[in-house]
């Protein structure tokens, strides 16, 4: 297994030129380095990978297993390295096209889409969208791995590893028939919980943050159905 800790960047910029050259002396040409720091760099990547990475057969180097499943997935790092983080270009959007990734609720693409299309038909005609749906429970490691670029909807902002920015603030209310029994009755959280719900949502489970409220508050409600959109028929 490899110890992340104990290689650097220019350790692994040196081996991508091993593998493509095959040679020492020629990667150590390439990198502007001398034989025997190459050989010794070699041995220190060897020890992190636990791989012999490159073994001599006559007179020349060939990869180990190990190396031939690592070269392609260490040019495709970093080749996207370089380009994305060391030379990110400006982005423009009135020439760009990119295809951005936008992970929300039926609900939010239904109320912003529109206007967000016609906006960007002007600013960024050759942009291209595509909504997804929401699923709070990943969208954190779709946002890591670049599945996802952004999402809209109501989230944790205490993740390490996203920014969060407030686009707006809403408020909740439930929708009950014009003869239900609970507008005969005080509005507060104890008969609100009497009754069977229904709840929209993307995760899994059948619970939302209404719920969460509800039992710091010593209380619970009965999700008796659970829809994945906000825009499904309604029940009444």
Same mark, same amino acid.
């Given at each position: 297994?490899?110890?992340?800790?104990?290689?650097?960047?220019?350790?692994?910029?040196?081996?991508?030129?091993?593998?493509?050259?095959?040679?020492?002396?020629?990667?150590?040409?390439?990198?502007?380095?001398?034989?025997?720091?190459?050989?010794?760099?070699?041995?220190?990547?060897?020890?992190?990978?636990?791989?012999?990475?490159?073994?001599?057969?006559?007179?020349?180097?060939?990869?180990?297993?190990?190396?031939?499943?690592?070269?392609?997935?260490?040019?495709?790092?970093?080749?996207?390295?370089?380009?994305?983080?060391?030379?990110?270009?400006?982005?423009?959007?009135?020439?760009?096209?990119?295809?951005?990734?936008?992970?929300?609720?039926?609900?939010?693409?239904?109320?912003?889409?529109?206007?967000?299309?016609?906006?960007?038909?002007?600013?960024?005609?050759?942009?291209?969208?595509?909504?997804?749906?929401?699923?709070?429970?990943?969208?954190?490691?779709?946002?890591?791995?670049?599945?996802?670029?952004?999402?809209?909807?109501?989230?944790?902002?205490?993740?390490?590893? /996203?920014?969060?920015?407030? $686009?707006? =603030? +809403?408020?909740?209310?439930? @929708?009950?028939?014009? %003869?239900? *029994?609970?507008?005969?009755?005080?509005?507060?959280?104890?008969?609100?919980?009497?009754?069977?719900?229904?709840?929209?949502?993307?995760?899994?489970?059948?619970?939302?943050?209404?719920?969460?409220? /509800?039992?710091?508050?010593? $209380?619970? =409600? +009965?999700?008796?159905?659970? @829809?994945?959109?906000? %825009?499904? *028929?309604?029940?009444?």
């Amino acid at each position: 297994m490899a110890n992340i800790s104990d290689i650097e960047l220019s350790q692994l910029r040196l081996l991508q030129i091993i593998f493509e050259t095959k040679n020492l002396t020629r990667a150590g040409e390439r990198a502007g380095l001398t034989q025997s720091a190459v050989s010794h760099i070699l041995k220190k990547l060897r020890h992190s990978f636990n791989d012999s990475l490159v073994i001599r057969q006559g007179n020349k180097l060939v990869l180990t297993p190990r190396a031939e499943q690592l070269q392609p997935a260490l040019n495709r790092w970093l080749n996207d390295f370089e380009r994305n983080i060391l030379f990110q270009e400006a982005f423009e959007p009135s020439t760009s096209n990119r295809t951005f990734f936008i992970a929300t609720s039926d609900l939010v693409e239904h109320s912003l889409a529109p206007r967000l299309i016609k906006h960007l038909s002007k600013v960024a005609p050759n942009i291209q969208l595509i909504f997804r749906k929401l699923d709070k429970r990943g969208f954190a490691s779709q946002i890591e791995s670049g599945e996802v670029d952004f999402s809209i909807s109501v989230l944790d902002s205490s993740h390490p590893s /996203l920014m969060v920015r407030t $686009l707006y =603030r +809403d408020e909740f209310v439930s @929708v009950v028939r014009t %003869s239900h *029994p609970l507008l005969k009755t005080k509005k507060d959280a104890k008969n609100f919980c009497k009754y069977p719900h229904v709840l929209a949502g993307t995760g899994s489970d059948s619970r939302g943050m209404v719920d969460d409220a /509800l039992e710091e508050m010593g $209380l619970s =409600r +009965d999700v008796q159905y659970k @829809v994945a959109n906000f %825009s499904s *028929p309604d029940f009444s």
